[in-house]
């Protein structure tokens, strides 16, 4: 059984806060209830609408939207709702009763995109398939991923990356993306229409591949420095090499030496031109904004 657990998000209206999941609980759909009567299909939301001070319920994917009447303060109560909710869902009670049918279909599509690396192809999805990002560099890492089992049944593919909505494959050099890439685009969105879990890993640092951890390790356990290093990499890096299918993950800071040591994943590890690339167009970015803190950074292939 998935064990879940929740990360409570502010949002833009002070009276909603989102509660993550992660694991997805609904598949492919999106629910509104604004009272009791409305949930009717919903036991979660019901059960929701049980505390006085909720005035509507949001499902979707893998997160639950609350908004509050003001009679509280989200302050007040959101540890109590978090925790409420990790304990419906680890009961394995139903979030959506839907009627069941073996031929039932997720609607999504899936298009390929070309990577600045020549070996690997990115599979963009239209709907979001995994919480967090996973790379699998062969058929043992993969175990907790069945769409990565997959697609290593091909004999061409030497690794897998996933991310929010998107599947870079690599592949060996002995195929070609012209013979392959309609085979690997039909499996991916197949598996995702069939309503499959993509990533059925519990979504925590020890179950997690070795690059991962360095991302979900305790931010209190890191220095100021570092902290701003990670920072700079979410805002600035990362939405530029993910729109490449690719990856960057801080690693560590090395204050004696004042060396940056980040890990390239997806299209972006391997890539003949992206180590030098990435290692120096974010080696001026983190000198320009934080001075004489920082010497050099190491660019280290996933």
């Known amino acids: 059984m998935k064990e879940y657990s929740?990360?409570?998000?502010?949002?833009?209206?002070?009276?909603?806060?989102?509660?993550?999941?992660?694991?997805?609980?609904?598949?492919?759909?999106?629910?509104?209830?604004?009272?009791?009567?409305?949930?009717?299909?919903?036991?979660?939301?019901?059960?929701?609408?049980h505390l006085p001070f909720i005035k509507t319920?949001?499902?979707?994917?893998?997160?639950?939207?609350?908004?509050?009447?003001?009679?509280?303060?989200?302050?007040?109560?959101?540890?109590?709702?978090?925790?409420?909710l990790v304990e419906y869902l680890n009961a394995g009670e139903p979030v959506i009763l839907e009627a069941e049918s073996s031929d039932k279909k997720v609607a999504v599509t899936v298009y390929a995109e070309v990577t600045p690396n020549p070996s690997t192809m990115k599979f963009v999805a239209s709907r979001k398939i995994v919480p967090a990002s996973f790379e699998f560099k062969n058929i043992d890492e993969a175990k907790a991923s069945d769409l990565a089992k997959a697609l290593f049944q091909f004999p061409f593919v030497k690794q897998v990356f996933l991310d929010e909505n998107y599947v870079s494959v690599?592949?060996?050099?002995?195929?070609?993306?012209d013979d392959i890439t309609m085979a690997l685009r039909e499996l991916i969105r197949d598996f995702i229409a069939d309503g499959k879990d993509v990533?059925?890993?519990?979504?925590?640092?020890?179950?997690?591949?070795?690059a991962a951890q360095v991302k979900n390790q305790s931010k209190p356990t890191l220095d100021d420095t570092s902290l701003e290093i990670i920072d700079i990499l979410e805002e600035y890096v990362k939405p530029a090499v993910a729109s490449d299918g690719g990856n960057i993950l801080f690693q560590s800071y090395e204050k004696e030496s004042k060396r940056v040591n980040v890990i390239l994943q997806g299209a972006c590890s391997g890539c003949p031109s992206s180590t030098f690339t990435l290692k120096n167009g974010i080696e001026t970015m983190l000198k320009n904004m934080m001075g004489d803190r920082i010497n050099e950074v190491v660019a280290i292939n996933g």
């Open 170 to 177: 690599t592949k060996f050099d002995v195929a070609e993306w």
């Open 199 to 210: 990533v059925s890993i519990d979504i925590n640092p020890q179950n997690m591949p070795e």
């Open 57 to 84: 319920v949001y499902i979707s994917g893998n997160f639950i939207g609350l908004e509050r009447y003001d009679i509280v303060e989200w302050n007040d109560v959101k540890d109590e709702v978090a925790q409420q």
């Open 6 to 49: 929740i990360t409570v998000v502010e949002t833009n209206n002070p009276a909603i806060l989102k509660f993550d999941t992660n694991h997805f609980i609904t598949t492919g759909k999106n629910y509104e209830f604004n009272n009791i009567d409305e949930a009717k299909n919903s036991p979660l939301a019901q059960q929701l609408f």
